[in-house]
């Protein structure tokens, strides 16, 4: 870590976290986490270590059995459940296999998070614009992500995600899915959102892909945290 | 808030063109069901009017021992139609008695030749409202005539007003019973056929949770839908159920009713008419709400 970190600028802080989705299978143990504000890292481990356990609970789709989490200051743990998408929205989420809709153009899809909060028509259409010319798609606005490469799809999943500017963008092997040349595309995608100043959490298990892209990364095994190092 | 309202349209328009066989499919059901009770009402709407018909018999007639003064029977018509049970008391003289009695025999009405027009009792006859037609209403009308002195004998059939109440209750109950029956029926039904579009679009329901959607706003486009799903099917019904009617059913019914003695068969009111548009939008919004509760968890 490049600062030191104080509460006023740490963006997540998890302490003693414990998840469990039954009694005797537990998903996290005892996990302890600060990210300042800004930081990029890798959550890395093998299959099941609980990286995806992990951003559930940060983004309020699981609540942990015990611990507290706080994003951006505020305790999330016991939140309720109304205030849940208030929290997402200022949230990105970046899923592997995409999560488009398949029914709507690239368009629709990425204006969907702007629509959800209410903004005014002219504002998602200049915005949306903005988002899919970042991600190099403003040619294909109108096309359905069926008729997409996986790269284009995933690239237009990221500009859903980071169209509304979040303050943290949470990936969960965004470049699983991907061959490397377009898996280094979306990195560079990544690494600029990272360069405005959103905190970025991304999980992978692809070692060539942090040898490639140096960052803090953060090892998990067994739902306990094993390693925690910055290059 | 209007840009709100404009979005919402907007997607509920593009929901149902996106998904026409399944739309369709959540009307036609809705359509079926409502056309069922639809002609359900019908039946129900007529064999009360049957019973109607019927009730009109129901009335108290007091028979006096002595023709009373002129005075006396105001005071008595004033005291009855002063219940809430009466709706109108007319007093048959001697006379009058004699003239209905020979006019019923008709061709043999000259048996009465030679006997003196005063032979019959002045009476009153106690015509109730309609909805006191029935053996308490009768009884209450009776307990008052009996307290009026010089009245010799006072008719209501007991007997027969028993039958009649047991009848209508048992309509009554018919109605509720098989009513629900059809309507949880029709519920169940719409309800799962909604599911099925949910389920079609369960991954933007997801999606929309994912990022930053309220649960009211989610749910509103399907809910709209829903509502306009049940109207469409409300409105396609009533056509489906006229022309049915007019085609097959008012004949029908005639040919069973006729002899019950009804005069003619009725269509649904325009308050039933609007009551079955409004079935349909409960129908449409229920089945949605229903379905919804099961895929939008944040």
């Known amino acids: 870590m490049s600062l030191i970190a104080t509460g006023r600028n740490l963006m997540i802080q998890l302490y003693n976290v414990c998840m469990s989705y039954q009694k005797d299978a537990t998903a996290l143990t005892d996990f302890t986490l600060k990210v300042p504000k800004g930081d990029f890292l890798y959550l890395t481990g093998p299959s099941g270590a609980g990286k995806s356990t992990l951003l559930k609970l940060l983004y309020g789709a699981e609540k942990p059995t015990r611990g507290q989490i706080l994003m951006n200051g505020m305790n999330i743990t016991r939140m309720r459940s109304w205030r849940v998408p208030f929290l997402r929205r200022k949230l990105g989420i970046v899923f592997q296999d995409f999560k488009l809709i398949h029914s709507r153009t690239l368009f629709e899809n990425v204006a969907f998070p702007l629509e959800v909060q209410g903004r005014k028509r002219f504002e998602v259409s200049n915005k949306v614009y903005q988002a899919l010319k970042h991600v190099g798609l403003q040619g294909k606005l109108h096309r359905f992500p069926l008729q997409l490469s996986g790269g284009e799809q995933q690239r237009a999943a990221i500009a859903r995600a980071l169209v509304t500017d979040p303050l943290i963008l949470l990936a969960d092997e965004p470049t699983g899915n991907l061959d490397d040349d377009v898996a280094c595309d979306i990195m560079e995608l990544f690494k600029g959102a990272n360069a405005r100043g959103t905190t970025v959490l991304l999980a992978t298990h692809d070692r060539e892909m942090i040898r490639r892209y140096p960052r803090r990364v953060v090892s998990l095994d067994k739902g306990r945290l094993v390693d925690d190092h910055s290059p | ?298």
């Open chain 2, 1 to 298: 808030m209007l840009q709100s309202i404009g979005y919402f349209v907007r997607r509920v328009g593009r929901n149902l063109r996106q998904t026409p066989v399944i739309c369709s499919a959540a009307i036609g059901t809705v359509a079926v069901a409502l056309m069922i009770m639809a002609f359900f009402i019908i039946v129900v709407v007529n064999v009360q009017q049957v019973a109607r018909q019927w009730s009109r018999e129901i009335q108290v007639v007091a028979y006096f021992d002595k023709v009373p003064g002129e005075d006396k029977v105001d005071r008595w018509r004033d005291n009855l139609e002063g219940m809430k049970e009466v709706e109108r008391v007319d007093f048959v003289s001697r006379e009058e008695a004699f003239r209905r009695f020979k006019k019923r025999l008709g061709d043999d009405g000259d048996l009465l030749d030679g006997v003196g027009s005063d032979f019959l009792p002045a009476s009153l006859e106690v015509v109730l409202h309609e909805a006191s037609r029935n053996k308490t209403g009768v009884e209450t009308v009776v307990r008052r005539l009996q307290q009026i002195p010089g009245l010799e004998d006072v008719s209501y059939e007991p007997d027969w007003l028993e039958r009649f109440d047991a009848f209508v209750n048992l309509l009554k109950l018919a109605g509720f019973v098989f009513g629900g029956f059809l309507l949880f029926a029709a519920l169940f039904i719409v309800s799962n056929t909604i599911k099925l579009t949910l389920y079609a679009r369960r991954e933007e329901i997801e999606i929309m949770s994912l990022v930053g959607g309220t649960p009211l706003f989610i749910k509103m486009p399907f809910l709209l839908e829903g509502a306009l799903q049940g109207i469409v099917g409300g409105v396609f019904a009533l056509i489906g159920v006229w022309a049915i009617f007019a085609l097959v059913l008012q004949e029908g019914l005639y040919g069973v009713l006729m002899v019950t003695g009804a005069d003619s068969i009725l269509f649904l009111s325009a308050w039933q008419q609007g009551g079955i548009l409004v079935c349909g939008l409960l129908l449409g919004l229920t089945g949605s709400l229903l379905s919804l509760r099961k895929f939008v968890r944040i």
